[in-house]
């Protein structure tokens, strides 16, 4: 803690930026490591989720997500579930390029979502045979629940850029999480949080995991207008021991600590892990995808919001397929093909066999 | 403290660019939050002040704040005390550009101050029936009050780079700020101040609120001229302390800290709250509506000091209309537009029903 | 040590970018200062390897490099010993500038090693007169080790991103580095390694030197691919640290070491041998002579990795002549020229005779 | 002191950059301030030296800053005492702009030094009536030592790079500074030096001021080429504290701090000041004045080294007459203008009246 000023002190939070991973005494060949990831009943064969976002999960990307081995996560409250057909819109906002301003975004979100489009997008992955998840944010979750429900998925994300165990509305009934996520079918990812405290509360819901994180870092802009940031390397390392704590508070529940957002390179997501994260939602790597919905281009949520949009739309570089950006083999140095390569090589360059025990690596700050 | 050598320690100090804010483990629907600002025997409905610079305020445009809910301040030593029909000129400096030279502020604002535009503009402003308030030099305080009284005002505001309460001249009858204050019949609202002492000082004097700051940082070239910077985290810190302990020693007396510059972006109106201050003077900010009388540009008055100017003519864009910028809704992601909203939004964020709570926040040093 | 968050802490760590020399109270005459380096039995003039890099050593300039009194170090796994005549391809991708890209290197090194090549390269330098020195990555030193050896070399590097004396692998026979340091009858260099326990156990291995370093710093991508990166200025001052302990635990070895990467100019050399090394192992400075196999390129081994490149080809300004890069006279003044004369000004200029009195100097952090 | 790694601690150390002043309690009428400097016999009006730069100093350069009150240095070794007359390299160089190489700095500086031209230059300068001082380099000072005395001056500067009491040479007769300045009949002003023992043993050597720095910060590369760089803020503290230190071992002799380069800006001048210097020793601010020998151009004596140049031609804006530089008006905002003005403003804001009780203001670190 520092001395901000003689009526307040603060604690330096890290980002992902400000630390790394240095070499250790150990090295292994590739082939000794596994990076496989099993979260509830599903064994996943890496780590990885696909953050709900139009510009980088449509039904078709959720599928081919699953088929490489990852958990997909359709936004539910996105274009795909407010008009039948958004190709059209897609293809002119990518168009436009930069010039979809905020305002036609706007315009274009302000369509009502249709719960029979939900049960269509949900049953059009599930059909493919791979694991389903959707996202609807807090405010939408008691709405549509039970259209989810019966639609079948794997997983229900409930997904804000802040989300509380301990919500004040004077709205008629709030969500009350814990009873929501109780009485639910399947499983419950939540978040973001950014402490250890939003964190232990959200694993006291019943949550099987939470995501770490406020908003996108690629696109939001939370920082300049409101002022919240949060530094994703402490956020994480506060969540892990809420993990742990809640682990020996619940008598071996483990829940998941998901890393979502602030990750562009690969080497964020070894950082994330390093940190603590039992897995991370990616969103711009995977828009950089060919096939990604965003044709180039990136947003999350909250860019359209109707009187305070806090985020960005953003051009990312097309680099390769979808499987080439997450499985590879890599034709750039960048740290934006082979994400699963390049966790591997992490571990094994640093002598680990697997992300739990990675979990402990030491990190310098530099 | 760090020692610079063997013969200086010194502490560190922090920019609001230094800090964020950090969600907590609450959070609250926006409706149930309430930003209005009591000073004195006044409520205005946001915690906001309007910069005395003639980019930012002429007569209509500290109406059109009042109108708002906010407190205009009109600058008396500006072009609309120098010049009957200040608009030509200000054509000219937006027609010019970056061609408008500090020489031409020089001359264009060597026309003296004249008493009666003094009270015809404060005349115009009440008559609108808004709250009324008018800044002057310490230097040009004495020689106007008399004349700004007469005029009638809701708040008297004596606004230098530095002010203290212990100045010292060979002028003749140099200010002496509590005897100045006691006898005036209206609040006053003095500063800027940078630390604990100067603050504190400040309140003995009898003030109803100091200001924070130290030369508008938008504009300011202080730190190169005269190598004296205030980072706005600390001193608004420091001076928020001086509140309190104030508070003890005057036996139940409030004076408000009123952050003055440094805050572009809506989320440094957020962390200025958030590190103790009750409201926030804007310039910038509201340079940047289309009614601004700059034109695009802001500027203040140390731009046209006759022989070390301090200050720079910046270029702003113009994003929206006045009441777009202060009330939205937003068509921007950047910090720029609904500055209430989002203040709002972050105390709605955090689970604050309040400002006076928001300012125990916790923050982070990033 | 601070808190990352509430499950991690972490040191910092520091760059040779973070750290400086300041003057001491002594100078010296340029004439008095000694920079020569003695490991094994071989005085050389200066304390500096080439790497062995395409971009920097090819037999001709390994032979000049040695003539002007330095160790030039052939890479084995290179071009040199892919192709009978590389020269084509090196003029192709000179010729080709930013148009070369990964994938394009990814096929030219596709290019199976050939002993025969190796043998004829060596023999070549040998024939010189000059020390001779060639580099195999752990993976290929045991194949190629007796080729290298009959060839005849004075010193053997083993040079990988991270070499560890215990690495692991589902391989039939991995290296097993100390068994086969002492089977070989020449001494060798071996790394990169980034930490005191990494350098000890390389160190007890029977290693003449460790080279300190984590894939060169001018072309790596490392962080970004995979979130691994070693500030210099900390990995050579904890190497220099194991070479005194194991000095003492082996009862008088003294194993040198050689800082490898992330010295672009001069002034990183001085500062390198300030943090404790022996020596210094260039890339990006000797790719600035206009004899250097780059022609205005600079790229190194993991540039061409097959499935997770994690390293980029950067241009380089050509300076100078060889001779001129490293012996002067220099005619810019920005660390690219007279490299050896720098080393010796900065010991001049601090009072300084030799480098191991040298490695002792105060350091500042700015 | 902080570990660099485990056989390296070091100290952090403060630029100018690093550090800013705060408002204090108490304010000023700028009247009521006074900035004279007494050095030996004489009193300047304001504690500015001209740095003995080919850029910075002719002849009638020096006469015009003596004109106006501060003390003018020649470069004795630079084209003044070289060429009978410079004025046409000047204008070749000026004309060259960026297209005036090292080489051709190194082929234009390799003519000899004449001591009849040395004689010649400071009678011209004496005549005018102004004070009168030269430098030479640690190297020329015996050799020259008698011309120059016999010329006439009021002070004699020595001034190197690196300057130490206890320089070792294997030339015939090194420099014994002590020795020498005791020998002189006019006083010294001695350095570049950095640390508090380098400056304890220059003020033991007898000189009546010591110069703090290490090249000119505008343009030496020192920090590229040798990796030697001094953070002002904490050298000048160093160096004050020898002063007071030196005060009492001596019982009594008050040797003048002058920080030397690193201060583009009147702000840094005030920042040297408030760090502990007497007064600051100027070339890029005054390389601006419209009548500099350098035409908008600054070079120092490190950049036609002849084998290791250490130091950039680089180009200044000309930003008004000499007199507007050092005494204003000023028309420009960003402390390039009326240097003693700003001085003047900041020691007023500050509620200073003089330079010595100013040494001992609060610095925070930013």
């Not at 939540?190 to 939470?210: D, E, I």
């Not at 009187?307 to 997450?326: D, K």
């Not at 990675?358 to 310098?364: A, E, K, N, S, V």
């Amino acid at each position: 803690m520092q001395d901000i000023g003689r009526s307040k002190r603060a604690a330096r939070a890290f980002s992902l930026d400000d630390v790394a991973i240095m070499p250790t005494r150990r090295t292994r060949g590739i082939e000794t490591v596994d990076v496989d990831w099993r979260i509830d009943a599903i064994t996943f064969e890496f780590p990885l989720l696909a953050a709900p976002m139009d510009s980088v999960m449509s039904p078709a990307t959720a599928i081919a997500f699953g088929e490489l081995g990852g958990l997909g996560v359709l936004n539910l409250e996105g274009l795909w579930t407010r008009y039948a057909n958004p190709q059209p819109l897609l293809d002119e906002m990518g168009e436009l390029g930069e010039a979809c301003t905020t305002r036609r975004l706007q315009e274009i979100y302000s369509e009502p979502i249709k719960a029979e489009l939900i049960t269509e997008r949900l049953r059009q992955i599930r059909e493919a045979g791979v694991p389903v998840a959707g996202a609807l944010s807090p405010q939408n979750a008691q709405q549509f629940a039970d259209v989810v429900e019966r639609a079948g998925l794997d997983f229900f994300v409930i997904r804000g850029t802040a989300v509380s165990a301990q919500h004040v509305s004077n709205a008629a009934a709030p969500l009350d999480l814990a009873k929501f996520i109780y009485e639910l079918e399947v499983p419950v990812i939540v978040g973001g949080c950014a402490t250890y405290q939003t964190a232990l509360h959200l694993m006291r819901t019943g949550a099987a995991g939470v995501l770490v994180g406020f908003g996108g870092a690629a696109t939001s802009t939370n920082a300049q207008v409101i002022g919240i940031e949060v530094p994703m390397a402490t956020a994480i390392s506060d969540a892990a021991e809420a993990r742990r704590d809640y682990l020996d508070e619940s008598g071996g529940r483990y829940v998941h600590v998901i890393a979502d957002g602030s990750m562009g390179h690969s080497g964020d997501v070894v950082k994330a892990l390093a940190c603590g994260a039992d897995a991370a939602m990616l969103g711009v790597p995977l828009a950089r995808a060919t096939e990604a919905p965003g044709q180039g281009w990136h947003w999350g949520q909250e860019a359209w919001h109707e009187n305070l949009p806090r985020g960005r739309r953003v051009p990312v570089a097309q680099v390769g397929t979808l499987e080439e950006v997450v499985l590879g083999p890599s034709h750039s140095p960048d740290g934006t093909m082979n994400l699963v390569g390049a966790l591997r090589r992490a571990l094994a360059s640093t002598g680990y066999t697997e992300v739990k025990a990675f979990q402990r690596i030491d990190l310098i700050i530099h």
